[in-house]
């Protein structure tokens, strides 16, 4: 009853001082004043406790707290839970913070929503093939949708990391290699997981992950350290997170990695000075799995108590698992070596972050059962998953238009390979709730989208990995009775994700060899490849007719793949990540510099391989369709622009072919001369358009000053006169181009 009263006084005093003061200023009053109400109360231990993230374990039901952490939010020591869910389950437990602890402060249930909550949408890369901002948006709402609907208030996604070595397992997770267009979609994602008010009950605290340039690290190894200049900081890494910061993100997550020589959980230069001073971003950053513990073993701290202070002192809020701010500070701070004042601030940050949330007006808001049972795997929501899997799609090849096929004449079709049949595998990683069981695989879709005339024929042929040849008799014998062979091969979902990274770029196991034996047959054979990565797979372009790239699609994976191959959808996807011909070509983006001696096939001593070409196997936004796009008129505004000056430039877009279908329409841009070097060319635009055949379309796009910018040594943005190359295609290396020049004021 006594904390019933207390609760009840800080709410009418907020509520009085918001009848007080004009409601665009009561809002940061009320927040401020419960804030500082709560933190005058709160014991050192208290405080503490709010900056403790445990982990949570699967029980019997489904996930819950560890063995004693109902005793633990009695006593205050926890402040959010990591992967606990479930509505009637977080009720409960945010019942004993509000009612049994004794300030009565509301937990926070965080999760890795990273790309859906059950309804599982395709693996952020593949997503962002499709180059519909709309329709990521719409994904991560619907994540959003679910996941509040199940107790969560929180989730550890988007991960906005610029990633240019496909060795590294976790570039699944991500935009792929361009800063800009992973600047794009981290503030879609952001703005679909947040909306437009988070004390909505359908609103998820966003987390941009991994501050800062995790993608960067050493040989493709998890974990490992980021070797980079200030100005590749600037220009590539932190752009990304600025877009996350100005769509108003609400936490932000320390990456495991070291930059020039300073891990990140311990970075205070480019937490508090970058983020929180030049940026003014003012939200939570939380560590990752035990990041604070591994400063001991990265050598910046000798023991727990002082990996502590230097990630508090640094602007690490939230200590995930490790237990170190709640067990080891407290006699930090009573001796002296931590001041108190730095806990605070830290305390302030996740108090304001419940508030914002709606926490303290309604604890349960997040934890309704009936909303839970309406809200999760909604028909609608299966059909945006398979919308958006379709358009992630990626036609690389289709030498003779072999695709699409007819449903209803294309007589026998064997579908052949470890993955045709997989439920599990075309969820991907971070599957979130997500249930094998609700996905459709690319056997069942196309056998419930193929005529009655049409037989469908399967064998697996061979396992993801291992050496395995005895099932290739079998799908020899049925590539021979078909007129037409699909093959789903590729990689297995745990081969890609956190901790999972390879040396080879190749198709695992034998699964080569099967389409070698399956191709020998003199049967046209179509590949679909299921990857969290760009592969190296030089073999099947140079002997396949038809290669479509699939990622790992989703729930919806087999209807999706049925809808490409049978021409219902005309592929779209465009690759957010360059495709190299092998692994010793790595790293190979498309924004890469010219160097003083550019790759020439005419000169010896020039920047190249000598046993491969220099250039990818399929370049950063490359992707076919079933119709063709020409363009042409490109052209820009004005010839002579000043400095800090936009300039507007226009291309026109003809669907020459025979059907309706999307075009990504792409912008890339060359500072031609600069003080400093700068890439051959960078994406600065992109639109997604639909086209009926015989249309045309003129396509606009303003290059602002930050376009044609870059950082200097102060970190601000610096544009200087010359001349710019603009570029307008269908693919980084398929472009018209034009040019403008740029005059001191």
């Not at 405080?47 to 982990?55: D, F, I, T, V």
């Not at 602890?101 to 890369?125: C, K, M, Y």
């Amino acid at each position: 009853m006594k904390m019933r009263r207390l609760r009840s006084g800080i709410a009418a005093f907020a509520m009085a001082l918001a009848v007080a003061i004009p409601a665009a200023a009561a809002e940061d009053e009320a927040e401020s004043a419960l804030v500082e109400s709560l933190l005058a109360k709160m014991t050192l231990e208290e405080k503490l406790g709010q900056l403790n993230q445990p982990r949570g374990r699967w029980g019997q039901t489904g996930p819950q707290v560890q063995e004693g952490g109902e005793d633990q939010i009695r006593a205050g020591r926890i402040g959010s839970y990591l992967g606990v869910h479930g509505a009637d389950y977080t009720r409960r437990m945010q019942k004993i913070a509000v009612e049994e602890s004794r300030l009565g402060i509301p937990l926070l249930f965080a999760h890795d929503v990273i790309h859906g909550f059950r309804t599982i949408f395709p693996v952020p890369l593949g997503e962002s093939a499709s180059f519909d901002v709309d329709a990521i948006e719409n994904a991560a709402r619907i994540a959003a949708d679910e996941a509040t609907a199940a107790g969560l208030h929180w989730t550890y996604a988007p991960m906005v990391d610029v990633a240019r070595d496909p060795r590294w397992g976790r570039i699944v997770e991500g935009s792929g290699e361009s800063a800009y267009l992973g600047s794009v979609l981290a503030a879609a994602r952001v703005r679909g997981f947040q909306g437009g008010d988070l004390r909505a009950d359908d609103t998820l605290m966003a987390t941009a992950k991994h501050f800062v340039a995790y993608g960067a690290a050493e040989g493709g190894r998890d974990y490992n350290i980021a070797d980079i200049s200030e100005r590749t900081l600037r220009d590539v890494y932190l752009p990304p997170f600025k877009a996350a910061a100005d769509a108003g993100a609400a936490s932000m997550m320390a990456a495991f990695n070291e930059v020039d020589g300073v891990p990140m959980h311990a970075n205070g230069r480019l937490i508090d000075g970058v983020l929180r001073g030049e940026w003014g971003w003012d939200g939570i950053m939380v560590s990752d799995y035990t990041g604070v513990l591994e400063l001991i073993p990265h050598g910046v701290a000798g023991d727990r108590a002082e990996a502590g202070v230097r990630a508090l002192e640094a602007g690490v809020d939230i200590d995930m698992v490790s237990d170190i701010y709640v067990d080891d500070l407290p006699a930090v701070v009573r001796a002296g070596s931590l001041d108190e004042a730095r806990v605070d601030e830290a305390v302030r940050r996740v108090l304001r972050a419940k508030y914002r949330l709606g926490l303290f007006d309604d604890p349960y808001r997040y934890s309704d059962d009936a909303r839970e049972r309406e809200r999760i795997l909604r028909p609608e929501y299966r059909a945006a998953a398979r919308d958006v899997a379709r358009k992630s799609m990626v036609l690389l090849k289709n030498a003779g238009d072999l695709l699409p096929l007819d449903r209803d004449a294309a007589g026998t079709i064997a579908v052949i390979g470890p993955l045709a049949d997989d439920k599990r595998v075309m969820l991907g990683g971070w599957a979130a709730a997500g249930r094998a069981e609700d996905a459709v695989t690319p056997l069942e879709g196309i056998r419930e989208a193929v005529g009655p005339g049409v037989r469908v024929l399967h064998a697996r042929g061979a396992d993801v990995e291992g050496d395995d040849r005895s099932g290739f008799d079998e799908a020899v014998a049925l590539a021979r009775q078909a007129d037409v062979v699909l093959m789903f091969i590729g990689e297995h979902h745990d081969m890609s994700a956190e901790a999972h990274n390879r040396t080879t770029l190749d198709l695992p196991g034998v699964q080569q060899a099967l389409v070698q034996a399956v191709h020998a047959t003199g049967k046209p054979v179509v590949a679909v490849l299921f990857n969290g990565r760009p592969l190296s797979i030089g073999w099947l372009d140079a002997n396949l007719p038809s290669i479509l790239e699939a990622w790992f699609p989703g729930i919806e994976a087999g209807h999706a793949i049925a809808d490409v191959l049978f021409g219902d959808h005309n592929p779209a996807g465009r690759l957010p990540v360059t495709f190299p011909r092998n692994v010793g070509q790595i790293p190979i983006y498309h924004d890469h510099k010219n160097t003083g001696r550019p790759p020439s096939e005419q000169e010896k001593y020039t920047s190249k391989y000598i046993d491969v070409p220099w250039t990818p196997l399929y370049a950063f936004g490359h992707g076919l369709s079933y119709t063709r796009f020409d363009y042409g008129d490109l052209a820009v505004d004005r010839a002579r622009v000043a400095v800090g000056e936009p300039v507007t430039v226009a291309v026109t877009v003809t669907n020459v072919g025979k059907r309706a279908g999307d075009e990504v329409v792409q912008l890339y841009l060359r500072d031609d001369v600069a003080s400093v070097t700068r890439p051959v060319r960078e994406l600065r635009g992109f639109r997604r358009i639909h086209l009926q055949p015989g249309e045309r379309r003129r396509i606009e796009f303003v290059l602002t000053a930050e376009a044609m910018g870059f950082h200097d040594a102060g970190g601000r943005i610096r544009v200087e006169p010359g001349r710019f190359t603009v570029f307008a295609g269908g693919s980084s290396d398929d472009v018209i181009e034009t040019g403008f020049e740029v005059v001191p004021r």
